[in-house]
């Protein structure tokens, strides 16, 4: 037991027969508590991943794509994702973002994109200033990406949110950008795909214009608080989180698990 | 080489929403102090500092909030540096090391 906690298992693959496998980093803070669940859904749709670690100064050199996850890195001391973006594998990370690999932060990733300027913005402490967790619609306004390829233009997923910071914020001519380029991802609606940012039970933490997840401007830097990876099993609530991961390791989803 | 006092505070953007603030503000109404208007909660960061003039010191504090301290998208800052004795500091550089 204590030996499997001292050595997690650093790899892991869900690669089925021969052909090139497509291999995930997913890098580990202090604080980190979401990697075991991104591990087990990368898998799921047919990814590798491999775990990196915030001192690492370089990513493994088989890397196609990094997953940011949740949690609470260095305690969310300061600001969420504020000292993070100081580790040795942020540079890294941000390198390979400007060098076009595709890059998702889930919730604290995001958080952290938004310190590391790889995303434009901030996540503000929620309006109604508590911790969150619960299921939430989140309308797909931008298939042109990534992490959003496999679906539909509109198509509404249903996925978990789970923090106490994740009221996005930008100014108007941040906003205005990222609404005439594109960049706008993900916005909070109701079950129908209704976008209302005034309505806190479908806007749940106040995000102006209800985005829940913006890409930079090249579309291949995304974060979103929603978490996907809590999102691939119909029997565990939902797996509308599916087609974000299937995007990324597949490109279209075939025979993709619906509800 | 002097010695100088920091304090930092940080706030969230006056056109940001509050909850806290918010919160805070209504039960200063609501015990009897109607005349409150616009509650902020925000941070203050305290340190020390050895620069060679109140100048340098206000210029690398302003350099850390750009750096680290603040995060422009969502907060205000103001900076105060004062002349600290030293006693002061080495004090405070004792319990610093101390473990």
Not at chain 2, 47 to 60: R, Y
Request: with cysteine; proline share 6%.
């Amino acid at each position: 037991m204590i030996a499997s906690l001292a050595n997690p298992s650093l790899k892991a693959s869900g690669s089925e027969g021969p052909g090139p496998s497509f291999v995930v980093a997913v890098p580990i803070f202090p604080g980190s508590n979401c990697e075991h669940d991104t591990q087990y859904a990368l898998v799921q749709v047919g990814a590798e991943t491999v775990f990196v670690h915030h001192s690492d100064k370089a990513l493994p050199a088989e890397t196609a794509a990094i997953y940011i996850p949740g949690g609470f890195a260095h305690g969310d001391y300061l600001r969420a994702g504020a000292i993070a973006r100081f580790s040795p594998i942020t540079a890294a990370i941000g390198r390979a973002g400007a060098d076009g690999m595709p890059v998702l932060g889930v919730c604290n990733g995001f958080q952290i994109l938004c310190e590391m300027g790889l995303l434009p913005g901030a996540l503000a402490p929620n309006t109604q200033g508590r911790f969150l967790c619960r299921d939430v619609h989140v309308k797909v306004e931008n298939i042109a990406t990534p992490f959003s390829r496999a679906m539909v233009l509109n198509q509404v997923l249903r996925i978990p949110i789970n923090h106490r910071q994740g009221r996005y914020f930008a100014d108007d001519a941040t906003l205005r950008h990222l609404a005439d380029n594109g960049q706008i991802l993900f916005r909070y609606c109701d079950a129908a795909g209704m976008v209302d940012e005034s309505d806190l039970v479908h806007n749940p933490n106040g995000s102006i214009m209800a985005i829940a997840g913006v890409t930079n401007e090249n579309g291949n830097v995304v974060g979103m608080m929603p978490h996907p990876e809590r999102a691939i099993e119909s029997r565990l609530g939902s797996a509308d989180g599916r087609p974000v991961l299937e995007s990324l390791v597949g490109g279209s989803s075939p025979g993709a698990e619906r509800e | 080489m002097g010695e100088y006092a920091v304090t930092v505070t940080v706030s969230p953007k006056a056109e940001l929403r509050d909850p806290e603030g918010k919160a805070i503000g209504d039960a200063l109404h609501a015990l009897g102090w109607p005349a409150v208007t616009t509650v902020h909660v925000g941070r203050t960061i305290n340190f020390g500092i050895a620069a060679d003039s109140l100048a340098e010191a206000q210029s690398q504090v302003k350099e850390m909030c750009e750096t680290l301290l603040v995060n422009p998208a969502i907060e205000d800052y103001t900076i105060s540096v004062r002349d600290a004795p030293e006693s002061a500091l080495a004090e405070s550089a004792q319990i610093g090391t101390s473990s």
